[in-house]
């Protein structure tokens, strides 16, 4: 069974402009949650989307969005990139997103130059 | 916001010796897990854990789910150096935390042959 499969790997990019990663979920999970993995502030929540619907939202300014389409995969988007941006993102699936274990995908690493 | 405190922040251990972390918050969780995370990969899921007081193992890994569902615990005996990594708790709160997981700092664990 596939994992969690992030796209791209890498990213490099420069201060303003903007960046949209991909993440395909398990087959079957519905609910894609996306997290910030810095060394200061650990995993952060970003979102969570289920069904294409926003049910969670962490605490993060406006650049950061994302969306979901109908065959669960999802993308986030950040714009207006900032330096503290850099970081690793992860998108974790589960079936239904209530209490249920999480699976991750190796993240994308972004670095804003 | 909620936080898990995790412990110790490292750790280093002769190959063989059993290793304790654990995590606390101040206020319940619903669900715990147990994620490992090796350089460049995502957290990969050792354990789950559901019902207040519950034990469980899996391999050489026993977790346990506090009584008063505000810590757990994981315990890893036998220690081999594939063990090296970060190990991280989360939580889910419950409530309208869909697809939310809280996670600990994590514990930086170093086996030595």
């Known amino acids: 069974k596939a994992g969690v499969t992030q796209t791209p790997r890498y990213l490099i990019k420069t201060r303003g402009q903007q960046v949209t990663l991909s993440c395909s979920p398990i087959s079957g999970h519905r609910s894609v949650s996306w997290y910030q993995q810095t060394p200061g502030q650990g995993l952060q929540f970003l979102f969570e989307?289920?069904?294409?619907?926003?049910?969670n939202k962490g605490n993060f300014p406006g650049r950061f969005s994302g969306r979901q389409f109908s065959n669960s995969r999802s993308e986030m988007n950040v714009s207006t990139l900032e330096l503290g941006d850099s970081a690793l993102y992860l998108c974790a699936s589960s079936l239904t997103g209530d209490n249920q274990p999480q699976h991750f995908g190796d993240g994308t690493r972004l670095s804003i130059l | 916001g909620q936080q898990l405190n995790q412990s110790p922040q490292s750790m280093f251990i002769q190959e063989g010796e059993d290793v304790s972390m654990n995590c606390t918050s101040s206020?319940?969780?619903?669900?715990w897990l147990w994620y490992k995370q090796d350089p460049g990969e995502g957290p990969v899921l050792l354990i789950a854990?559901?019902?207040?007081?519950e034990l469980t193992s899996n391999g050489r890994l026993t977790a346990q789910f506090g009584i008063t569902r505000k810590d757990s615990f994981l315990n890893i005996s036998a220690s081999i150096p594939s063990d090296v990594g970060i190990y991280f708790c989360a939580g889910f709160a419950g409530g309208t935390s869909y697809g939310k997981l809280t996670f600990g700092q994590g514990t930086i664990l170093t086996v030595h042959p």
């Open positions: 989307y289920f069904s294409e619907t926003q049910r």
């Open positions: 206020s319940i969780f619903n669900t």
């Open positions: 854990l559901y019902k207040a007081g």
